[in-house]
């Protein structure tokens, strides 16, 4: 029973520094306004970990706390509650004894919920509580797709399935027998097919298997950001890797050592490719899958999806008929996705396009890629040696990752050769002052470097459900900036939904940079000035630097102040 109001409850999260009071007043009239949870907010905006907020409910009302990932839910129990009432109050129900129903909510002042539930399946309702994330992962698991997982589940476990492991290792025999056996109607197979195709559909980029003493579970990665989709007892995970290793042409004997591959399979009307790493860890051997989709690779720099700016001066710059142009960022970044695309615009029968890289995602046809194999000395060195007497027009490396490496990239750019290649630093400007770190002479590089691009991917606010918002002082504060930068914005953040998978952002936009190298910065660059001198002179010249790009998203209404502060350094 509650023995505290909200308003209780929520004074106590200010006393004990959950979060300050003033931002705890904001969200509870954006609540209000919006007709939403505070509790869910205060976990979807980021303020605080789901954990914490549970972990303080429990403590303060006297309620517990369920771990849903370990339960077993009869069907009986998700076809009582319907779809529609779960992912509107954001709950799950856990368990029915006699006329009593119990119910996980992230929110126990939810009294309409309750009166909803008795009234549809005339059961009393008890509260328990559960981090809000888990309870989306078990709507998404146990109401949508995931649910044909516990099918397919169900018919391996049954006496005979392949599941019954005993928690024993099966021979290898037996396990290749399992994953291969029956074709497409393999249970394995399904499963395996269950999780690819979910994954698409949810606009994944990455599928991570995990299995840990007792169980696995299965994540997507989805605008960036990683989300759980699947959790279950291990019994089924040896067979699940195996079948990955078997499309992947990987050997299933290893269980020691990484392994990296790659497969291509059909989903729907379309080819996927997938790049496959295996690491062996504790508890075995844990796999994760990027998902290449080629058609991730434009056909033109309009649709990058960059401000009309950048994309002037990227056309500008590919113009120059050799040269060095570079694009940095961190893992993750879209560095590949807007240099594929710039290749295939490029891409004509009169050019020579060559690549080496570590690895090749995207497979272009029309341009000749070459993929590093380091363990038998071909290095992206020496095979950039090499491309150089194929007689190439342009070229892309990989990534400049040393002295040697970088010293041929230069040298070719001043030979006839555009080449471009990616580096890891903050902005810009880095990149200059990389170079010179690396060992080159300043008067190679001012004289190769066409320009250099940093960039980044903020998420975009989810169109089906963006609302106005009212920015936060503090927000404000940590850009440097007051309520006159807003004159005539309106901000958005998202509500929360099931096309989004309730985070409140669906896709993502790139936000970049570019340095072009002016007689000045050259200059710069032969005088050895520091990277912070170069982007200031930059700036003065009229560069965009990553803030004032991703700014620009925000007032178009494209993201949230949030995400422009997550992804950009603003000074």
């Keep these: 029973m509650i023995h505290q109001t909200k308003d209780d409850i929520l004074n106590k999260m200010a006393q004990k520094g959950i979060m300050d009071e003033k931002s705890l007043k904001d969200l509870v009239v954006t609540a209000r306004k919006d007709k939403k949870s505070i509790f869910h907010m205060i976990v979807e905006k980021n303020i605080k970990n789901d954990q914490i907020v549970t972990e303080f409910l429990s403590t303060e009302m ?48 939810n009294l309409i919920l309750r009166d909803n539930i008795k009234e549809i399946t005339g059961c009393q309702v008890c509260y328990t509580l559960s981090p809000l994330r888990k309870i989306q992962a078990a709507i998404d698991r146990y109401y949508g797709e995931s649910a044909n997982l516990d099918k397919v589940i169900d018919n391996m476990e049954q006496p005979g399935g392949i599941a019954a492991e005993g928690g024993n290792d099966k021979k290898v025999s037996d396990l290749v027998a399992e994953a291969v056996r029956g074709g497409e109607d393999a249970p394995v197979i399904k499963m395996v097919k269950i999780f690819l195709e979910q994954a698409i559909r949810m606009r994944a980029s990455d599928i991570h298997f995990e299995p840990y003493e007792n169980n ?25 890797v195996t079948r990955i290793k078997i499309m992947s042409d990987l050997d299933i004997t290893e ?9 291509r399979t059909k989903l729907g009307n379309r080819e996927i490719d997938f790049r496959v790493s295996i690491l062996p860890i504790y508890h075995g051997e844990k796999v994760v899958l990027r998902i290449l989709d080629r058609s991730g690779v434009k056909s033109g720099l309009n649709n990058l999806g960059f401000t009309d700016k950048p994309t002037q001066i990227f056309a500008k710059c590919i113009q120059q008929p050799y040269g060095m142009i570079l694009v940095t960022g961190p893992t993750g970044s879209g560095k590949s996705t807007t ?134 002082e503090e927000v404000l504060e940590r850009c440097h900036l007051s309520n006159k930068h807003l004159e005539g914005v309106v901000a958005y953040h998202g509500k929360g939904c099931p ?35 170069i982007m200031t002179q930059g700036v003065k010249e009229g560069m965009e ?16 102040m949030e995400e422009v502060l997550r992804v950009t350094t603003h000074e």
Excluded: W
């Design 62 to 109: 006297n309620l517990p706390i369920v771990n849903i990932p370990a339960l077993r839910i009869p069907q009986q129990l998700t076809k009582a509650i319907p779809k529609k009432l779960v992912e509107e109050h954001q709950c799950f129900p856990i368990s029915r004894i006699g006329n009593v129903m119990a119910i996980a909510v992230a929110d126990p002042f």
């Design 216 to 240: 696995f579970r299965v994540r997507y990665r989805i605008d960036g950001v990683a989300k759980e989709a699947y959790a279950h007892s291990r019994e089924l995970y040896n067979s699940l």
């Design 255 to 263: 269980k020691r050592l990484p392994q990296d591959g790659r497969f």
């Design 339 to 472: 240099l594929y695309t710039i290749l295939n615009s490029m891409n004509t029968p009169e050019r020579n396009i060559m690549t080496i890289e570590d690895p090749v995602e995207y497979q272009l046809e029309g341009i000749t890629q070459t993929q590093v194999h380091s363990e038998i000395g071909l290095t992206f060195a020496s095979g950039l040696r090499t491309l150089l007497r194929q007689s190439p027009d342009i070229i892309l490396v990989g990534e400049i990752r040393d002295q040697e490496t970088a010293d041929i990239a230069v040298k070719a750019a001043l030979t006839g050769h555009l080449v471009f290649s990616t580096l890891h630093t903050n902005n810009a400007a880095g990149a200059m002052t990389r170079l010179v770190d690396m060992g080159i002479e300043p008067f190679l590089i001012a004289s190769s470097v066409i320009c250099v691009a940093a960039q980044r991917l903020v998420r975009k606010v989810c169109p089906h459900c963006k609302s106005p918002v009212k920015i936060a």
């Design 499 to 533: 096309q989004c998978n309730h985070t409140g952002y669906f896709g993502r936009l790139g936000t970049i940079e570019i340095l072009q190298a002016s007689q000045k910065i050259r200059d710069m660059v032969l005088a050895r000035r520091s990277s912070d001198d």
């Design 545 to 560: 630097s990553l803030f004032e790009n991703a700014f620009g998203l925000f007032k178009q209404g494209l993201t949230t």
